[in-house]
């Protein structure tokens, strides 16, 4: 089956530098990757996503850049604000249409 | 806009019974995907319907089942309830027609649902 794993369980920013949420996926297949975060007692909330012929994509204080040599994708947050504080995961397609495979999310920690 | 809303919030059952728990997609939505959301596996693909169809299907046993209705609202049913099904079962709703417009898809809050 497919495999989205995450380094990271847990991470700690000060408020105010830069986050990377990382996230390891098997399928060399896969052709569209999708970063969510989820807020407590909420449903997940799509950030950005990338497709497989790009490396990078920029969004509003967000960057996803897509390694496919060694099957890596990273969320990079700039000026990490208590705001973020969430949990973070990503998805990946596996080039089966409409089912995603999710990783199992990396929970992010804004200290004031 | 009103969101996606789920009933209920909160469902505790016990081993042996059924569940059926609802979703009321955003307004024009015609697709609703159904995910289970647990600490150890994460969020998993339980089905998609779209015009009260079942579009895709994710690798769970049959006694998961679900259907929709012809205003797009969704029910997904648990029959046989196993201690292993306690989770946070997610639907989200997108526009629809061809492949899931994932940045135009919204989740609800989530139905808690604790089997004993």
């Known amino acids: 089956g497919e495999s989205v794993g995450l380094h990271l369980p847990t991470l700690s920013v000060q408020e105010g530098d830069n986050s990377i949420i990382n996230c390891a996926y098997s399928n060399s297949a896969s052709d569209y990757f999708i970063w969510y975060k989820q807020e407590s007692g909420k449903g997940p909330q799509f950030i950005i996503d990338i497709r497989s012929n790009m490396d990078k994509r920029q969004g509003q204080r967000v960057t996803v850049l897509l390694n496919k040599t060694v099957k890596h994708l990273s969320l990079q947050i700039a000026a990490t604000q208590p705001g973020d504080s969430a949990v973070y995961f990503c998805a990946e397609n596996g080039n089966t249409g409409n089912q995603f495979y999710f990783g199992t999310g990396t929970s992010l920690t804004v200290i004031p | 806009k009103a969101g996606v809303t789920q009933t209920p919030r909160y469902l505790i059952k016990t081993r042996g019974q059924q569940v059926t728990l609802s979703c009321s997609p955003i307004s024009g939505h015609r697709s609703v995907s159904w995910y289970q959301q647990t600490p150890g596996q994460g969020l998993q693909f339980l089905f998609e319907?779209?015009?009260?169809?079942?579009?895709n299907k994710g690798n769970f046993p049959g006694r998961f089942s679900g259907r929709q209705f012809s205003n797009s609202r969704s029910e997904m049913n648990v029959s046989t309830l196993e201690l292993g099904d306690s989770a946070l079962y997610l639907c989200?709703?997108?526009?629809?027609?061809?492949?899931?417009?994932?940045?135009?898809?919204?989740f609800g809050p989530g139905t808690r649902l604790t089997v004993l």
């Open positions: 989200a709703s997108s526009p629809g027609q061809g492949r899931i417009a994932y940045n135009e898809q919204f």
């Open positions: 319907y779209f015009s009260e169809t079942q579009r």
